[in-house]
Structure formats: C-alpha cells, structure tokens
C-alpha cells in the first residue's frame, strides 16, 4: 500500500501547478483523499479533501476558488490543481488516503513533493 506523489517544483507568483498522487494496493475511490501542506515553521494543513462517496470536496478557506482536488478512478490518481500561487503557498505537500471500506481500514501518506513559489 503506498501513495507517490509528484508534480511539485519552483514557480512564480500567479502561475500554476498540478500534483498527482498516484495510489497502489488500494483504490482510491474506496477511501478519503486528501493533500496537506506543512510550510517551513508552521503546522501541517489541511488543504483539500474528496470524499469517497460521490466525491464531494472541500477546501482549506486559504486556497478556495484558486485549488481544486480531483480523482481519475480510470488511473487510482489524485490530483491537486493549484491556479494563482502565492509564495504563501510554498510548503512540503502530502497526499493521504484514510477510511474503512469492508471493515479494512486504512491510513496512507505520501512521501511528500515539494512546492516553491518565488519571483
């Protein structure tokens, strides 16, 4: 059971990024997905999540109407959609799974993809 995150890197303010977090040993759809971030000196937040059951997103009032969470159950991936960044955004971003399904639970983190944003 493992999550790989990737699509982290350096940017300018105002650009965008996507992150995937490709899942194996287990079906994303079956499980909460979620990504946090955790900047330097700060406490880890949650950023966004999507339920397993109809999908159904939430977002961290930080990153609302610019991050969008997204599932391709066809590639067991989850993805992070970040538009208009801000070096305010810049942190270590973890992708993790957690939930009972067929009394299996489960809680899975990513190693993490770091996320760079400066003139």
């Known amino acids: 059971v493992q999550l790989v995150e990737s699509g982290g890197g350096l940017v300018r303010p105002g650009e965008s990024l996507r992150l995937s977090c490709a899942a194996f040993?287990?079906?994303?759809?079956?499980?909460?997905m979620s990504w946090y971030r955790r900047a330097p000196g700060k406490e880890r937040e949650l950023v966004a999540v999507i339920t397993s059951a109809g999908g159904i997103t939430n977002y961290a009032n930080s990153v609302k109407g610019r991050f969008t969470i997204s599932r391709d159950d066809a590639k067991n991936t989850v993805y992070l959609q970040m538009n208009s960044l801000k070096p305010e955004d810049t942190a270590q971003y973890y992708c993790r799974a957690a939930g009972t399904y067929y009394q299996q639970k489960l809680e899975v983190w990513g190693q993490g993809t770091l996320v760079t944003v400066s003139a």
């Open positions: 040993g287990f079906t994303v759809s079956n499980y909460a």
